[in-house]
Nanobody
């Protein structure tokens, strides 16, 4: 059993900051990529940021320069620091991990609401 527990979402004014965390637990050996996705109402889920086991990162163009993804491999935890938040960042944010070659797991989602 693998569990992903997310925290850090909430309501913030435009220009503010939030930090998301996602801790993975259970039968996990060899986590490869860890990432964050988001889904706004009426839209498809989209990749926000991803980080490999070697620390290589990739970001959606819309968040480059504002969001920073990081991970603590010893604690199987991934973080995302979100600065200069905009109303269009409002969405449910989902943590995702890839274990081995093909096993993928999702968190339950955490709501981020940015008021303008």
């Amino acid at each position: 059993q693998v569990q992903l527990v997310e925290s850090g979402g909430g309501l913030v004014q435009a220009g503010g900051s939030l930090r998301l965390s996602c801790a993975a637990s259970g039968s996990i050996f060899g986590i490869n990529a860890m990432g964050w996705y988001r889904q706004a109402p009426g839209k498809q889920r989209e990749l926000v940021a991803i980080i490999t086991s070697g620390g290589v990162t990739n970001y959606a163009q819309s968040v480059k320069g504002r969001f920073t993804i990081s991970r603590d491999n010893a604690k199987n935890t991934v973080f995302m620091q979100m600065n200069s938040l905009k109303a269009e960042d409002t969405a449910v944010y989902y943590c995702n991990i890839v274990v081995g070659a093909v096993r993928t797991y999702w968190g339950q989602g955490t709501q981020v609401t940015v008021s303008s």
